[in-house]
């Protein structure tokens, strides 16, 4: 069964960094585009960042200079980088590895990871 499964979030200043982490089970990682999506607090999904399987990183507008998306195959890993957080950043992130477009919210998800960004 594929499974995903996020951890890196917690309480971040603003300003401040964090590296998320999503650990993928049950699918040759190095096969599929991957994404990350986030939630925050009472609004719908929003499309953040996508890497495909050649390494090519795919970036939201509102986010891009602040975002770094990687992965690595041989861990079946994939990260995500946030830079310069802001408190309109406080999310849940989830790792995807979506059934659609780049930026689909359809497919296998994690049960995410939660990045609050406050002083």
């Known amino acids: 069964d594929v499974k995903l499964v996020e951890s890196g979030g917690g309480l971040v200043q603003p300003g401040g960094s964090v590296r998320l982490s999503c650990a993928a089970s049950g699918f040759a990682l190095s096969s599929y585009y991957m994404s990350w999506v986030r939630q925050a607090p009472g609004k719908g999904l929003e499309w953040v960042s996508g890497i495909y399987d050649d390494g090519t990183a795919i970036y939201a507008d509102s986010m891009r200079g602040r975002l770094t998306i990687s992965r690595d195959n041989a861990k079946n890993m994939v990260y995500l980088q946030l830079n310069s957080l802001k408190s309109e950043d406080s999310a849940m992130y989830y790792c995807?590895?979506?059934?659609?477009?780049?930026?689909?919210?359809?497919?296998?998800r994690g049960q995410g990871t939660q990045v609050t960004v406050s002083s």
């Open positions: 995807l590895r979506p059934s659609g477009a780049h930026n689909s919210f359809s497919g296998d």
